[in-house]
């Protein structure tokens, strides 16, 4: 599978913005889903996972109760809903696959995922 982030821009702190992460290819459904990001100076952290019958998700601390991620298998689509944002949101965003199991944990690691999109640039201003 093939993926593509998008939806990236520039908003003001306290702003919502939505992201979304368009997958081409067969087995979609096959893939539990992740987003990541990438400040400048840093390194690529997890942000949230979604299993890929969508019944599981996971978030790092940073953003729980803040974003959420959701996906619709029948579009291929994945997104990433970002509310009360701050400028420590600021990076390039990541959508990433990992082929798993249905039982599979939702990944948090850079490494489970072997598929990954071109990033999308968020930048949260104050």
């Known amino acids: 599978v093939q993926l593509q982030a998008y939806g990236g821009g520039l908003v003001q702190a306290g702003g919502s913005l939505r992201l ?3 997958a081409s290819g067969r087995s979609f459904d ?19 996972g979604i299993s890929r019958n969508a019944k599981r998700t996971t978030y790092s601390d940073y953003v729980k109760g803040r974003f959420a991620i959701s996906r619709d298998n029948e579009k291929k689509m994945v997104y990433l809903q970002m509310n009360n944002l701050t400028p420590e949101d600021t990076a390039v965003y ?3 696959g990992d082929w798993a199991i249905l039982s599979a944990d939702v990944a948090t690691t850079r490494s489970q995922y072997d598929t990954w999109g071109q990033g999308t640039l968020v930048t949260v201003s104050s």
């Not at 893939?31 to 942000?47: D, L, S, T």
Request: proline fraction near 4%; charged fraction near 25%; aromatic fraction near 20%.
């Open 30 to 48: 096959r893939y539990n889903m992740g987003w990541f990001r990438q400040a400048p100076g840093k390194e690529r952290e997890f942000v949230a």
């Open 94 to 96: 990541y959508c990433a």
């Open 20 to 22: 979304s992460c368009a």
